[in-house]
């Protein structure tokens, strides 16, 4: 019998000491990285967004091409709906790569996003 208490506590030290993955981490741990948080908002619309991709995004909306018309505009006056049909319109004023509009999408939705 007490060997059987000392597997079972084995095991319970085994389940819980186990990594589960990076996804658990994120859920059970705070964001506290602003970028952080805009990536897991940005991941629940397009899971395929990446920490560089946001980066990438930010360096494009807040450089030449997106504020040489205009100053760079206040994302969350924007909501998640219409900021897609906006993106692809000025994508094709600033003349942008697929690569450079993709990014600067999933920036601005992960600022949308975790702003709620
Ligand atoms: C060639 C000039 C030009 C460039 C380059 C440009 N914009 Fe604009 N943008 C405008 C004009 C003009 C408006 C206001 C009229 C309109 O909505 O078309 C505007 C409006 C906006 C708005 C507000 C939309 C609304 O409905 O009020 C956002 C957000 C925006 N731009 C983001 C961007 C981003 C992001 C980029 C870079 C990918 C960019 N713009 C590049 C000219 C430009």
């Known amino acids: 019998m007490k060997k059987f208490f000392f597997l079972s506590s084995v095991v319970v030290l085994l389940i819980a000491c186990s990594p589960k993955g990076g996804k658990t981490t994120a859920t059970t741990t705070p964001a506290v990285n602003p970028m952080e948080a805009q990536l897991a908002a940005a991941k629940t619309k397009y899971p395929d967004a990446t920490t560089d991709q946001l980066k990438k995004g930010t360096i494009v909306y807040y450089g030449e091409a997106c504020t040489r018309c205009h100053g760079a505009k206040e994302i ?41």
């Not at 094709?92 to 600067?104: F, G, H, L, Q, T």
């Open 76 to 116: 969350t006056n924007f909501s998640a709906e219409e900021l897609p049909g906006i993106i692809d319109n000025m994508a094709r004023k600033a003349k942008i790569s697929v690569e450079e509009k993709d990014a600067v999408l999933k920036y601005v939705m992960g600022v949308r996003l975790a702003s709620k």
